[in-house]
Nanobody, 126 residues
Framework: VQLQASGGGLVQAGGFLRLSCAAS????????MGWFRQAPGKEREFVVG????????DYADSVKGRFTISRDNAQKTVYLQMDSLRPEDTAVYYC????????????????????WGQGTLVTVSS
């Protein structure tokens, strides 16, 4: 599976961005999809995940209520709508795919993800 993330950019605090992650190869509907981010000098952290069936989502506390994840299995794409952005959201955002069976819950551990996109930079100015 190849993942291509896009949609990053520079935005003022309080603004919004929509990230996309398009997949090619593989069976997209068999993958739980996650977004992670890595700020300068910090470790990569889990942001949000969506189960392969789209019915369950898991948000990090830091983005809950501001970010919304969705997926379109027909288009093999996962989206991340980011509203009310803050300077602390500045990071490189990565999408990732975790091949799971239906009963496996969303993982927050980056090591569980099998495939990664190249990252897209989000910069939020104060």
């Amino acid at each position: 599976v190849q993942l291509q993330a896009s949609g990053g950019g520079l935005v003022q605090a309080g603004g919004f961005l929509r990230l996309s992650c398009a997949a090619s190869g593989g069976t997209f509907s068999r993958y739980t999809m996650g977004w992670f981010r890595q700020a300068p000098g910090k470790e990569r952290e889990f942001v949000v995940g969506i189960h392969r069936n789209g019915g369950h989502k898991d948000y990090a506390d830091s983005v809950k209520g501001r970010f919304t994840i969705s997926r379109d299995n027909a288009q093999k794409t996962v989206y991340l709508q980011m509203d009310s952005l803050r300077p602390e959201d500045t990071a490189v955002y990565y999408c990732a795919a975790d091949h799971v069976i239906l009963s496996v819950p969303i993982s927050r551990n980056s090591q569980d993800y099998d495939y990664w996109g190249q990252g897209t930079l989000v910069t939020v100015s104060s």
